[in-house]
């Protein structure tokens, strides 16, 4: 993980304080049988608690965001990608959020290559990990994460807003 070192100009205060969390999630799509991995979440869950999502997670400090993505995915299904096959597939801007009063920014990738099957393996956090035909997406589905996975599978809008208006 990069660390902070003497030559990197520190960050001015006014700009840790107004930062926004960031967040990645992975669009895991096998376009050959046009299925994606979702998981849901546990009663136990933080937050959405019951709903559907995407795999997803915050970065750590100094993480770039591609590192995130592949952490997260692996740590909540056991699916392994490579940082350089993710392709950027939405982008979500939300005013506030449930660990981030100053809003977040998540990134949203695409991985068409992957190794190993899906599993749930925070039993705490999700109730399930699994396969979901595209044009079956739940409706019971965390709505940011769902307006981007649609947008994704239509090819559509790549920046949504969340609570700005």
């Known amino acids: 993980m990069p660390q902070q070192t003497d030559d990197q100009p520190k960050a001015l205060k006014p700009a840790l304080e107004s930062m926004t969390l960031l967040v990645a999630a992975v669009i895991v799509h096998d376009k050959t049988t046009n299925r994606v991995v979702l998981l849901q979440r546990s009663e136990n869950a ?4 019951g709903m559907w999502d995407l795999p997803v997670g915050k970065s750590e400090p100094g993480e770039p965001i591609t590192e995130t993505a592949v952490r997260e995915l692996y740590e909540e299904t056991g699916l392994t990608v490579k940082p350089e096959s993710l392709k950027i597939a939405h982008v979500i801007h939300g005013a506030w959020g449930v660990e981030a009063p ?14 190993g099957e899906p599993e749930n393996r925070e039993p705490r956090k999700h109730s399930q990990v699994r396969w979901t035909d595209a044009d079956a997406i739940p409706e019971n589905f965390v709505e940011t994460t769902r307006s981007a996975l649609r ?11 969340d609570g700005w208006r």
């Open 46 to 49: 933080k937050f959405a608690q």
């Open 102 to 115: 100053s809003g977040f920014l998540t990134v949203v990738f695409a991985a068409h290559e992957w190794t």
């Open 151 to 161: 947008s994704y599978l239509a090819e559509g809008l790549e920046v949504s807003l």
